[in-house]
């Protein structure tokens, strides 16, 4: 039957490309489903370095070479925002905005993975995507030769700075606690004569009239020194929010916004399976979702099987 | 049909006719995704031009055509821009975009 599948993935980032894998190797009828591309955040990452196998290579490479792996072994792929997933007891139904597609299935796994988060402070909506950036590698190339801040100091802020700092005349790093990223990496970006880290600061505003002109930001510490640094450009990296609105009503959602799942990807609602970063874990990892996406998968496999 | 031009070839170009020109950068991870996305609309609308045009090495026309990022798609019809899209976009979105240059 048309629109009707064993298993539909939605998220088409390592976690669900690798239960892609998984379950049409265990002779599901497979659907996979990305609002925006494969890849996921993966994508945006400039180098891995720690995914067992494939050595130094740029996040996009591993997630072309995992779609073009899901293309091999036959698995449908379609670019469709899912706006609901409905729970009908042995059969799911996932309602896509695209023409309100509806696809009829036995099981869901959950792999949406998670959104840059945004501070919500004044000039930030104004400047976003015309001098707030949350992709260095995207955006970079026009701050050659100026002044960028960035705000955060975990593996994305450290890894993105690093990277920045090499192209930019002046790198400001502004950060609600201290560095928390890899220890190598920190070393590596202290290290560099042209970045100032302002640890334990609160970002206050964004300023600017035509364009961005700087950043105002406060001390975290007893003596709340506020500080103003001009800059031509911004880069956020404050974390991740759960991308998981188009699932609220299954009622598998924390106060996070994301699922919790058990050692098998099982959520609470049967059918229903979660893998990779919208899963409550504690390494988000490209190699961690991979995993995830195999168990998920497999368990979702043994899960349709049951109605044979 | 998607086809990578240099900025001395986009010159050459029938300006009046519609077409979408984006910018990529080889070392750009969403370029590469978006490439999918431009193939797959390709299929779907195999006579609509899209050109693609490498950011680093043509940078006087990135310059002249106010691309300041990558990947930058640029909807173009009667010689003018009609619009644009900074960043990998989702495929409605562009089609959109391409459709309301007919």
Known sequence: MENT???VIVGAGPAGMTAAIYAIRANMKVLMLDRLSPGGQMINTNEVENYTGAGKLSGAELAIRMFEHTQELGVEFDYKTVIDIADGGDWKTVTCEEDNTVYRTRAVILATGTVPRRLGVPGEDTWAASGISWCAICDGAQYCGKEVVVIGGGNSAVEESIYLAGICTKLTIVTMFDLTADPKACDQLRRMPNVTIYPYQEVLEFTGSDRLTGVRFKSTKEDATERYVTCDGVFEYIGFAASSQAFARLGIIDRSG?????????????GIFGAGDITVKHLRQIVTACSDGAVAANSAANYVESFR | MITEISEHEYESLDQSSPKLIEFYSKTCGPCKMLSFVLKDISKQKPEFPIYIIDFDENRELKE??????????????????????EGLKQKPAIINAIDALA
Do not use: N
């Open chain 1, 258 to 270: 994301c699922i919790q799942t058990d050692s098998h990807m099982r959520t609470s609602v049967p």
């Open chain 1, 5 to 7: 599948y064993d298993i």
């Open chain 2, 64 to 85: 002249r055509l106010g691309v300041k990022g990558f990947p930058t798609m640029l909807f173009f019809k009667d010689g003018k821009e009609i619009s644009r899209l």
